[in-house]
């Protein structure tokens, strides 16, 4: 934190809400927190927005990134999921069909309809 004197200097971020479009943040690098895929070149952030109470994710340019992280803002680091990463597996594609069979064979064997939610 950077004082002069006995005050507290804080800096003030503008921001894009995806609710109320342009906001300033005050103390924007306590309220704004970047998040940064480790798997693609995607970084974006988000905040409360003062003007709505919602939190706003945003899509960051490399420029924003920098400027963010110099004053800075936390930064989360977030990785793809691992399933987009498996090999496809060989034989015919999932259908509707298929999840009406399987749901036909529960009932057979299960007695699902027989159930009672509590
Ligand atoms: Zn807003």
Redesign the pocket.
């Known amino acids: 934190m950077d004082t002069v004197g006995a005050a507290r200097l804080v800096t003030v971020v503008r921001a894009w809400?995806t609710?109320?479009g342009d906001?300033a943040l005050a103390d924007g690098a306590r309220t704004v927190v970047l998040r940064v895929c480790l798997d693609w070149p995607h970084a974006e952030y988000r905040f409360w927005?003062p003007?709505?109470a919602?939190v706003?994710a945003v899509s960051a340019s490399q420029q924003q990134l920098a400027i963010l992280q110099d004053i800075g803002c936390a930064t989360e680091a977030w990785r793809l999921p691992r399933e987009l990463f498996e090999p496809v597996p060989a034989g015919a594609a999932f259908t509707p069909d298929d999840v009406l069979d399987w749901h036909l064979a529960l009932v057979v064997v299960v007695g699902v309809d027989d159930l009672e939610y509590a």
């Open positions: 809400c609710t109320c906001v927005c003007g709505c919602r706003s």
